[in-house]
Each structure stands twice: as structure tokens, then as C-alpha cells.
T-cell receptor, first 111, second 118 residues
């Protein structure tokens, strides 16, 4: 089967940097995505890593190590509006394509 | 370009009843996935459809079913509702890139249907 692990909660102060880790187990790994979801809202796409390395999009960066089955999302210059849940998601092709989400990390940004 | 539209937004049903939820993907997107979201459980994968074919199914009982039409619109059905089926049901659509290139399959989510079973 497939499984993803990420911390349930992270707290950081405004202006700081925070890293949310994600480890996964799957036999048909294709790529790792990150999504943000505010309370009452729909998940929105943040980034994708198909190959090893770092992808940067503004204040957000995402990293993938396929050999370690590990990735992380890095948020810099934290703002209050970054308080949300962050999900890592594995694109898997075992038995046909599907995207499996982790349980999510709740980020609290304090002033 | 219109986003993903899910109807209805809210639904209250009684145990034992059945329900059908609808999802209209972004124009040009042929892949539609369904997820169940409950507090603290993340998004649980239900099914993924591509060009009217179910590509994969999650670990849900047979009471959960779905289909996709030729215009890529999708429906999911839950029969014999149980209290535990109360959740937010999310639909996501994506444009299907070429395979074998590890390219992104960015999913665009609808606002969801909030189902309450009483």
C-alpha cells in the first residue's frame, strides 16, 4: 500500500522560516506535490517535484529525495496569512494512477 | 476560465438514504478525482477517472461508486448512508500531461460538498 507521514502541527513566528517534512512509502512513486488549505477553503496547489532537488516558487520551496523517500516544503518570511493546513501528496501509478494525500500539517503563525 | 464546480454545496440526508454528488471539471481537463475529507484525517482517496474510465479506487466499501461522462463531468454516489459518511467530499480535476516525463499533475479542487448524515 501507500503511506505518507508529516507532522500534525507546526508553530512559527511571523518572518521566520519553517520546514514541513514528508516521508512516504509507495511502490509506484511518480512525484510529490504540496497543497495548502485554509479553513473552509479548498486545497490549492503549491508545488511539485518529479525529480530530486529543490523547486522554488517565491517564498515557497519544495525539495525531493527519491532515494530517501523524503521531501519537504520550506516557507520563508512567514506571514499571518500562511496559517493553514499543508498537505503532501504522492502521485502513484500502482494499479493505475492516483494521488494519495498525507493527513496534513497544521501551521500556526504567531505575531 | 471557470473553476471546478461541485453541486450541491451542502446536503443533509438520513441514514439509509442514497446521495449523488456532481462535479464539473475545468474545461479541457479529462482527469477527475474524488476525495473524502474528515477532521484530522486528511483527504482520503475515493476514485480517479480519466476519459470515462475508472483508473483507480481507494479503500472504501462498495456503497461508494462513481462514473465519468463523455464531457468529463463526474458523479459519485453513496448508497445506504451511514452516520460515518458525514464529511466534505472534494472533487479535483487535472489536465493529463504526457506520461513518462515525471511532469506535474496539478490538481484543481472544487469547494466541495458538505454531506451531513443524520
Amino acid at each position: 500500500g501507500q503511506s505518507l507521514e508529516q507532522p500534525s502541527e507546526v508553530t512559527a513566528v511571523e518572518g521566520a522560516i519553517v520546514q514541513i517534512n514528508c516521508t512516504y512509502q509507495t511502490s509506484g512513486f511518480y512525484g510529490l506535490s504540496w497543497y495548502q488549505q485554509h479553513d473552509g477553503g479548498a486545497p490549492t496547489f503549491l508545488s511539485y517535484n518529479g525529480l530530486d532537488g529543490l523547486e522554488e516558487t517565491g517564498r515557497f520551496s519544495s525539495f525531493l529525495s527519491r532515494s530517501d523517500s523524503y521531501g519537504y516544503l520550506l516557507l520563508q518570511e512567514l506571514q499571518m496569512k500562511d496559517s493553514a493546513s499543508y498537505f503532501c501528496a504522492v502521485r502513484d501509478y500502482t494499479g493505475g494512477f492516483k494521488t494519495i494525500f498525507g493527513a496534513g500539517t497544521r501551521l500556526f503563525v504567531k505575531a | 476560465k471557470a473553476g471546478v464546480t461541485q453541486t450541491p454545496r451542502y446536503l443533509i440526508k438520513t441514514r439509509g438514504q442514497q446521495v449523488t454528488l456532481s462535479c464539473s471539471p475545468i474545461s479541457g481537463h479529462r482527469s477527475v478525482s474524488w476525495y473524502q475529507q474528515t477532521p484530522g484525517q486528511g483527504l482520503q482517496f475515493l476514485f480517479e477517472y480519466f476519459s470515462e474510465t475508472q483508473r483507480n479506487k481507494g479503500n472504501f466499501p462498495g456503497r461508494f461508486s462513481g462514473r465519468q461522462f463523455s464531457n468529463s463531468r463526474s458523479e459519485m454516489n453513496v448508497s445506504t448512508l451511514e452516520l460515518g459518511d458525514s464529511a466534505l467530499y472534494l472533487c479535483a480535476s487535472s489536465f493529463e500531461p504526457g506520461q513518462g516525463t515525471f511532469s506535474s499533475t496539478e490538481a484543481f479542487f472544487g469547494q466541495g460538498t458538505r454531506l451531513t448524515v443524520v
